[in-house]
T-cell receptor, first 116, second 113 residues
Framework: GAVVSQHPSWVICKSGTSVKIECRSL??????MFWYRQFPKQSLMLMATSNEGSKATYEQGVEKDKFLINHASLTLSTLTVTSAHPEDSSFYICSARDLSRQETQYFGPGTRLLVL | GENVEQHPSTLSVQEGDSAVIKCTYS??????FPWYKQELGKGPQLIID?????GEKKDQRIAVTLNKTAKHFSLHITETQPEDSAVYFCAASDSGGYQKVTFGTGTKLQVIP
């Protein structure tokens, strides 16, 4: 149980295009999902907290107009990187909080984004 | 906000030996401390967690201890195996409504066969 999936697992795009990443909780409901970014050999940095049915909460320094988050259901959140640039190349990871297990967060496998 | 420090950044042990990773946190209101294992190119995997009302928790070869007074917690892996090689992250949960998790800087563990 407690499986989180992400799609796609990797994506290569041209500079200036937009990329959408999906995060799904497969066997549990998650009113809260989190989006992280991880650069090589670094820790995970929280970008935003995604809440079902309401606007996401962004961390300081994260542009909400560039990283669009939609949490339309209890099992799906999407992150859209708009007008991607090479510096947006990173490993994007989502997590979902299982309501039945209090604070426990389960992570997806990550999405590798390369912007050319 | 919460700040989590983690040491060491790298750790090499011989197979069968024990490995210890230590973390400190700054927010005395934090009450949930998970540990994650991340293999190359994959997302973090929860391996054990502890809540502030418990001082120690064990799961087979893995144990975690928590000292709330000193605001530090540690991960202990006994009888290490090559498949334990990975990056390990400690974390502390924000006491706010969304219970955000703040990660430590990570420890790269290498178990030498």
């Amino acid at each position: 149980g407690a499986v989180v999936s992400q799609h796609p697992s990797w994506v290569i795009c041209k500079s200036g295009t937009s990329v959408k990443i999906e995060c799904r909780s497969l066997d549990f409901q998650a009113t809260t999902m989190f989006w992280y970014r991880q650069f090589p050999k670094q820790s995970l940095m929280l970008m935003a907290t995604s809440n079902e049915g309401s606007k996401a909460t962004y961390e300081q320094g994260v542009e909400k107009d560039k990283f669009l988050i939609n949490h339309a259901s209890l099992t799906l959140s999407t992150l859209t990187v708009t007008s991607a640039h090479p510096e947006d190349s990173s490993f994007y990871i989502c997590s979902a909080r299982d309501l039945s297990r209090q604070e426990t967060q389960y992570f997806g496998p990550g999405t590798r984004l390369l912007v050319l | 906000g919460e700040n989590v420090e983690q040491h060491p950044s790298t750790l090499s042990v011989q197979e069968g030996d024990s490995a210890v990773i230590k973390c400190t946190y700054s927010d005395s209101a934090s009450n949930y401390f998970p540990w994650y294992k991340q293999e190359l190119g994959k997302g973090p995997q929860l391996i054990i967690d502890i809540r502030s009302n418990v001082g120690e928790k064990k799961d087979q070869r893995i144990a975690v201890t928590l000292n709330k007074t000193a605001k530090h917690f540690s991960l202990h892996i006994t009888e290490t195996q090559p498949e334990d090689s990975a990056v390990y992250f400690c974390a502390a949960s924000d006491s706010g409504g969304y219970q955000k998790v703040t990660f430590g800087t990570g420890t790269k563990l290498q178990v030498i066969p």
